[in-house]
């Protein structure tokens, strides 16, 4: 009863989070530490807003761009017992494209391919992770790896959010304000490019920060969720977020910020 008391207070935390989430990321902003594609990474990167723990300061400046979508433009989030029903795997490629209507070689079809791919590669060494095609897996994965108190539930979500109206254009912000949120795990989950909701979730050694920042440019504010993975060496040589800081592996804690979609999971 306590088990079945418990997800149902994660599942109305969850609704409520997308309830209040009036923006989003109009595309994925997932890392991958094993690879990065698309056509200008680069440019990816970006818009996503690495630094470094370094620059964890009042007055830096990180260029980033928050994409607006209406939460109502979201897929769905299915059920595991619907979800269940439809393949998940590369192999299973033709036939997801056929189930949802995507032509080969679509773009939509691209980026589901490349969900799939990303979903089936392996966690580094030292990461936790999982692609949850369904509330049940999406509450079990944040409950297995952050524990629970009397009834389960322990820790809560916590996500960027804008405090005015949406922007959505790449400019430089500042920092404002930082705090550091003490959680000795946390659970970032990034949504991906797929026809219902799927959120690749991973738990690794990190720092989670809320950092109240402001627009140069058109001067909005947000209270932004930033994490920083202390550990980088076993990341791909080539990844983006080291040619843009200009760092190899390992060498310094590299930080991003999480769109209002990609909540981050933390103790209480």
Request: aromatic share 10%.
């Amino acid at each position: 009863m306590a088990k079945g008391f418990a997800s149902c207070v994660l599942l109305i935390m969850y609704l409520s989070l997308l309830m209040l989430c009036s923006t989003g990321n109009g595309h994925s902003q997932h890392h991958n530490h094993q690879q990065d594609g698309g056509a200008d990474p680069l440019d990816g990167a970006r818009k996503v807003g690495f630094f470094t723990v370094d620059d964890l300061y009042v007055g830096k400046v990180v260029g980033i761009q928050f994409y607006t979508r209406d939460p109502s433009s979201l897929p769905p989030f299915l059920s595991k017992e619907v979800a269940d029903r439809f393949p998940f795997s590369v192999k299973e490629l033709p036939l997801i494209l056929q189930l949802f209507g995507m032509a080969p070689g679509s773009p939509e079809a691209q980026l589901a391919e490349r969900t799939l791919r990303f979903c089936a590669d392996e966690p580094i060494k030292g990461e936790q992770k999982t692609c949850a095609t369904s509330i049940e897996s999406f509450i079990e994965f944040a409950s297995s790896m952050l524990g629970g108190g009397q009834y389960g539930v322990d820790f809560r979500a916590i996500k960027t959010t804008h405090l005015g109206k949406p922007v959505s254009v790449y400019q430089n912000y500042t920092f404002l304000d930082i705090k550091e949120v003490h959680s000795p795990i946390m659970v970032a989950c990034h949504i991906m490019d797929y026809p219902y909701i799927v959120y690749m979730c991973h738990s690794q050694t990190s720092r989670v920060y809320q950092i109240k920042i402001v627009g140069q440019e058109v001067g909005d504010a947000l209270n932004a969720v930033a994490v920083c993975h202390i550990d980088t060496s076993q990341w791909a040589p080539d990844h983006v977020s080291f040619k843009l800081l200009g760092v190899k592996p390992g060498t310094v804690s590299i930080c991003h910020f999480f769109g209002p979609h990609n909540p981050v999971w933390v103790k209480n």
